[in-house]
């Protein structure tokens, strides 16, 4: 499920980037800003969203809990901005669902390590050979 909310939350991005890219003045970009800097969040985002798709970091606890803040970083500014109405209300969405699939994403990968057995998880963090703090 987390995978699927990912891909639509990538597809989505992607569609307002192309919009903003190709067509900025259609109709369907008349709700999403076509400033660059939107453009480079949004791919940034995207980005974020594509590693957390082709990575497993359920081993380690600093990208899980950088990725955490900045998911909740993301749900707090697109919340606010849909109340404030200070940015368009597509980009406020698309914040929004990228929080929402980072979240799930880290929450599955979190109950996944921590569904394993005690052997599999010293097999796992065995194979890693890290430093305890990081774990």
């Given at each position: 499920m987390a995978k699927l909310i990912a891909v639509l939350?990538?597809?989505g991005l992607a569609i307002l980037d192309i919009g903003s890219l190709v067509a900025p003045n259609s109709p369907a970009m008349w709700l999403a800003?076509?400033?660059p800097s939107y453009v480079i969040i949004r791919l940034i985002i995207a980005a974020?969203?594509?590693a957390l798709l082709t990575t497993d970091i359920?081993?380690?606890r600093l990208p899980r809990d950088i990725l955490g803040g900045l998911a909740a970083i993301?749900?707090?500014w697109g919340l606010s901005t849909i109340f404030?109405?200070?940015v368009m209300f597509l980009d406020s969405i698309s914040l929004v669902s990228a929080s929402i699939a980072m979240t799930v994403m880290l929450i599955e990968q979190s109950s996944y390590n921590n569904s394993l057995s005690e052997e599999d998880q010293t097999e796992v963090?065995?194979?890693?050979h890290l430093?305890?703090?990081l774990r």
């Open positions: 939350s990538i597809i800003s076509v400033k974020v969203l594509l359920a081993d380690f993301l749900a707090v404030a109405s200070n963090i065995g194979r890693l430093p305890a703090r």
